[in-house]
């Protein structure tokens, strides 16, 4: 009987021996799938990203142009206003002082250089 009993033990823990082999290997060929898939996946995730970083970099240079042009535009304008703003108010300056001299009003300042006593009378 202990003959019989050994050899169903011996059976019973070569099966599972061999069973635990199986498994082993199998997780082995998992893992190495499972790490191959990790792999391809970062190479195509990194040449997608190469693609998008490239497409975002000329994006992004021709937004810089256009922006540059419309702010070289908009400078354009704004110095072409404040010359138009400046020769107005050059007319208007000149204007205020024809009627101001016909009306006889106004701050009459002195030719000659200016003097202490004359610059405390126009404050």
């Known amino acids: 009987m202990e003959a019989a009993l050994f050899a169903m033990i011996s059976t019973l823990f070569v099966a599972m021996l061999?069973?635990?082999w199986h498994q082993?290997?199998?997780n082995s060929k998992t893992r190495e799938l499972m790490v191959q898939l990790n792999n391809d996946t970062r190479s195509e995730f990194r040449s997608e990203l190469k693609v998008l970083a490239t497409e975002l970099r000329a994006d992004h240079r021709v937004l810089g142009d256009e922006l540059r042009a419309d702010h070289r535009v908009l400078g354009d304008e704004l110095r072409a206003d404040m010359k138009a703003l400046g020769v107005g108010l050059g007319d208007v300056r000149e204007r205020l002082s024809r009627i101001e001299g016909c009306l006889g009003i106004g701050i009459t300042r002195p030719l000659g250089p200016a003097t202490e006593d004359?610059?405390?009378r126009d404050v």
């Open 24 to 26: 082993s290997r199998e």
């Open 18 to 20: 061999g069973n635990s």
């Open 118 to 120: 004359s610059e405390s």
